[in-house]
């Protein structure tokens, strides 16, 4: 059995995107951010319970799931 993903094997690899279980909406999650506030070990299922969604304020919490980097289209600075 595999162990979850945490944010520090996330970073540089993949990026995380946060989907409201409510309204739906779906954010691309800062990892470097996150892995400040929370470490890079706290394991990725457990930030569906600790992110919410800024634009409706749902209790329940967001699917969070892992995303290829799109290497070819990077963000700009």
Avoid: W
């Avoid at 909406?25 to 996150?34: A, I, M, S």
């Avoid at 930030?47 to 290829?68: F, M, N, Q, R, Y």
Wanted: charged fraction near 25%; charge should be negative.
């Amino acid at each position: 059995m595999h162990e979850p993903a945490t944010l520090g094997y996330v970073l540089g690899q993949f990026k995380l995107n946060a989907v409201c279980l409510d309204c739906g909406r779906c954010v691309e999650l800062d990892v470097p951010k996150l892995i400040e506030k929370y470490g890079e070990d706290i394991e990725v299922p457990r930030l569906a319970k600790i992110v919410k969604c800024s634009e409706c304020g749902s209790p329940h919490g967001c699917g969070v799931d892992l995303g290829l980097l799109d290497y070819n289209n990077p963000k700009p600075n």
